[in-house]
T-cell receptor
Framework: EAGVVQSPRYKIIEKKQPVAFWCNPISGHNTLYWYLQNLGQGPELLIR????????DSQLPKDRFSAERLKGVDSTLKIQPAELGDSAVYLCASSFRGADTGELFFGEGSRLTVL | RKEVEQDPGPFNVPEGATVAFNCTYS??????FFWYRQDCRKEPKLLMS???SGNEDGRFTAQLNRASQYISLLIRDSKLSDSATYLCVVSQGGKLIFGQGTELSVKP
């Protein structure tokens, strides 16, 4: 069975440019998460979807970040405009039974470098 | 104060050593507890859940003390392949909150 697929794996952009990341979760997983991971830190939640509904976006910087999950399957995360401090790994994860089981399946991540 | 705090690393140990990781969490409403493992430049993966009664999976033993809001992971007879970052994780309100991780390096 295919795991969580993310693209692109690597992206280098100049500050003030836009960037978008795409995630395809495991088939049948209704819950989708976007996490941000800085070097030497643990992942930090940006947004959580239940099907197509964003049920927790309290930590998403809405002035420059946006996300969508059309049809409750694939998701995109966009940053516009990017800032130097946005350089990080953006991880997408999905789960079937929710966070209380602890079993989130992560993609390999999209590593963003903002110059 | 971070919601989940772990021992600062890195831990450098010889093969065969026993190593313990400690973690504290600040929100007493946290519901479930886990350890994740993250290899260098890879994604995090669930290592094991942590139960109040304590639980063991081979060389790995996890403990939870809800009163002290403390979680631990013990690795016995450490192997070179155990080298990774170990992330302490708690669930709250449908989401997982990660600690900053403790890096383990097992040397021959």
């Amino acid at each position: 069975e295919a795991g969580v697929v993310q693209s692109p794996r690597y992206k280098i952009i100049e500050k003030k440019q836009p960037v978008a990341f795409w995630c395809n979760p495991i088939s049948g997983h209704n819950t989708l998460y976007w996490y941000l991971q800085n070097l030497g830190q643990g992942p930090e939640l940006l947004i959580r979807y239940e099907n197509e509904e964003a049920v927790d976006d309290s930590q998403l910087p809405k002035d420059r970040f946006s996300a969508e999950r059309l049809k409750g399957v694939d998701s995109t995360l966009k940053i516009q405009p990017a800032e130097l401090g946005d350089s990080a790994v953006y991880l997408c994860a999905s789960s079937f039974r929710g966070a209380d089981t602890g079993e989130l399946f992560f993609g390999e991540g999209s590593r963003l470098t903002v110059l | 104060r971070k919601e989940v705090e772990q021992d600062p690393g890195p831990f450098n140990v010889p093969e065969g050593a026993t190593v313990a990781f400690n973690c504290t969490y600040s929100n007493s409403a946290s519901q479930s507890f886990f350890w994740y493992r993250q290899d260098c430049r890879k994604e995090p993966k669930l290592l094991m859940s942590v139960y109040s009664s304590g639980n063991e999976d081979g060389r790995f033993t996890a403990q939870l003390n809800r009163a002290s809001q403390y979680i631990s992971l013990l690795i016995r007879d450490s192997k070179l392949s155990d080298s990774a970052t170990y992330l302490c994780v708690v669930s709250q309100g449908g989401k997982l909150i990660f600690g900053q991780g403790t890096e383990l390096s097992v040397k021959p």
